[in-house]
């Protein structure tokens, strides 16, 4: 696995929806730049673009102008194969991103693309496995088909599928949002073991206190522009709040004192 | 009291191929797939007027479980191409192929009762046996299902076989990972009508004819006895795929042995598809009682 790997170049990205004769601008035309290994926060209300901008990475919508290029390529030329050997989606709802009528040994294994090529034996994936999920509680449970998980632990099935991807590009949909505090804590160390292998992480969010504490920079994606992107400790809740909350509902506090 | 029995086993092991097409598609690639009703006739033809003009019977049933895999690719890429609704793809091939297996075979039905068929190395085992019960026949379909369920079963459990079954289980997923989910429903679609029509090449050798209307009624009886297997058999202690095969074939033999009785006890044949219908609901509504979750969705 090269660390090197994982840079995200978007220049101009615009992507539109139209229904009967309204258009709606997703993404206006924004450009951005992710280094290899960075671990991005991208925060904003509903219906800001973010899902919008992490589909357009991944392949699974086009856009209608612009260009997003992995590691000096351009999406558009590549295949969906090609694609999905960089780029991993993981999905806002956990129901969508494993599969339940297979056992979490056939979900990991379907996604250990080094496995598949052959070599390892089934012990020494069963041992591989259970090291990965029993830091989560969950490596007794290899045999049991996905859909007995509940929600949280398929979520955390799903990040634990990220580990073994070779995409050195992880898009993370609000994976933190359909969880209990405890899981929450789990999946970000989750999150955090990925970018220690040298992933670069894009992460979707809805919580403003999350984005300011978690990965290396943030951003702020307000009807389908960016408003705000610093990176590390020049990351602070005021300047992040005006540009997050100009058109918020008026005086409700969010924010942790 | 053991005719109804021999009948009934005998039926369910020719249908349970077909059931199990069924099964397959439905449970693991999602797809109500309405061929079999057209893939099970169109092997039977097939293979009934290649065996009859001359062919060895190795040859003509290879050529008619092919066309059967043939039927079910053709479903598969009308829904993908074309966007088209499941049952809808499903209903266009079973036109087809009724209009062709009719072209194929020239009439309505042939006969092959001269014909020699796998049924004839088990005459002996047979003959050494009560004449109402048909010992030889049974262990050979037994044999053939082990078989087949072997290989059905080391296929789905090979990588190509799991990337098939994360396509059905769970398409986006399955893209995420890079999979083709269009050619995994069309190659599966093509497998589990091989089955299908495999189950029509057996049914003509049994019965000694080919006729256009063999697939009438498949689909009934295949839900029926799809959806009782899956009653009967304990789901947790087993993986998905390998329930829904043996859940398959225990429902098929235990429908028709369950049919042959009723037949024997006085049910009108006539009545037959309404009693299929009505037994199929009553076991749908109990199972929801039970709070089992496995009929109404396959996915949550």
Known sequence: MSTHKGTIEIKGLTVTFSRWRQTVKAIEGVNLTVPAGQWMVVVGHNGSGKSTLLRAISGLLTPNGGEIRIDGDSLGGLSSAQVAERVFHVHQDPLLGTAPTLTLFENLFVADAAAQNGGASRNDLLDKYSDLLRPLGL??????????????????????????????????????????????????????????????????????????????????????????????????????????SLDAGGGISIWKK | MLVPLDIGLIMGLLLAWAVMALALAFRLLDFPDLTVEGSLPLGAAV??????????????????????????????????????????????????????????????????????????????????????????????????LILGSFLILYGLSTRYGIRLRVAGSNPDYA????????????????????????????????????????????????????????????????????????????????????????????LAATDLKLATAIMVLLVVA????????LLAEAHQ
Not at chain 2, 89 to 117: D, F, P
């Open chain 1, 139 to 244: 490596a007794d449970r290899l045999k049991q088909l996905a859909r007995y998980l509940s929600g949280g632990e398929r979520q955390l099935l799903a990040l634990t599928v990220a580990r073994l991807r070779p995409a050195a590009v992880m898009l993370l949909d609000e994976p933190l949002a359909a969880l209990d505090p405890v899981k929450a804590e789990l999946c970000l160390e989750q999150i955090k073991a990925l970018n220690d292998e040298g992933k670069t992480i894009l992460q979707v969010t809805h919580d403003p206190n999350l984005a300011i504490s978690a990965g290396d920079r943030t951003l702020v994606l307000r009807q389908g522009r960016f408003a705000y992107d610093e990176v590390g400790d020049r990351r602070e809740a005021d300047s992040l709040r005006k540009a997050w």
């Open chain 2, 47 to 144: 293979f009934a007027i290649l065996h009859k003009s001359g062919a060895s019977m190795p040859v003509a049933m290879v050529y008619a479980i092919l066309s059967g895999g043939v039927a079910g690719a053709l479903t598969g890429f009308i829904h993908i191409r074309f966007k088209l609704n499941k049952f809808l793809a499903g209903i266009i091939v079973v036109a087809i192929t009724y209009s062709l297996s009719l072209r194929i075979m020239g009439a309505s039905n042939i006969g092959l009762l001269q014909a020699t068929s796998v049924f004839d190395f088990v005459e002996p085992l047979n003959t050494a046996f009560p004449e109402s019960f048909h010992f030889g026949t049974i262990v050979l379909l037994v044999a053939f």
């Open chain 2, 175 to 266: 893209k995420a990972l890079g999979i083709n989910v269009p050619m995994n429903v069309i190659a599966g679609l093509a497998i589990t009508n091989c089955l299908a029509a495999f189950s029509g090449v057996l049914l003509s050798m049994h019965q000694g004819f080919a006729d256009i209307s063999m697939g009438q009624g498949v689909l009934i009886l295949a839900l029926a006895a799809m959806t009782i297997g899956e009653r009967l058999l304990p789901e947790k202690h087993l993986p998905f795929h390998v329930f829904v095969l043996c859940a398959a074939i225990l429902g098929s033999i235990a429908y028709q042995v369950l049919v042959a009785y009723a037949v024997r006890a006085g």
């Open chain 2, 286 to 293: 109990f199972r929801v009682s039970r709070n089992g979750d």
